[in-house]
């Protein structure tokens, strides 16, 4: 059974960093697209960062610039690294991929979510 995993949230300042961290487990074949999305208190959740196996990457554009998406291939992992954070970045943040797994085609899964909280 295939799992996403995030850990690395928690309280930053503004201006201050964290980094978010998830990790694919069960019998993985191949994964394409990674990403991460957010949900903030009242609003929908809108996509904040995807990365393509081969490495290119998208941003929506109130975190480019200050947000940087990675991924390690070999690990099945895909990170985040949020720098000058701001209030408005608070949210939970959820980790998304599409996954090959045994015995199926391509699925989409979610991580549980993980909070991140920018406040002074």
């Known amino acids: 059974q295939v799992q996403l995993v995030e850990s690395g949230g928690g309280l930053a300042q503004p201006g201050g960093s964290l980094r978010l961290s998830c990790a694919a487990s069960?019998?993985?074949?191949?994964?394409?697209?990674m990403g991460w999305y957010r949900q903030a208190p009242g609003k929908q959740r809108e996509l904040v960062a995807t990365?393509?196996?081969?490495?290119?990457?998208n941003y929506v554009d109130s975190v480019k610039g200050r947000f940087t998406i990675s991924r390690d291939n070999a690990k099945n992992t895909v990170s985040l690294q949020l720098n000058s954070l701001k209030p408005e970045d608070t949210a939970v943040y959820y980790c998304?991929?599409?996954?090959?797994?045994?015995?199926?085609?391509?699925?989409?899964?979610w991580g549980q979510g993980t909070q991140v909280t920018v406040s002074s």
């Open positions: 069960g019998r993985i074949f191949s994964i394409n697209t």
């Open positions: 990365i393509t196996s081969r490495g290119n990457t």
């Open positions: 998304n991929a599409d996954i090959y797994a045994s015995g199926t085609s391509f699925k989409n899964y």
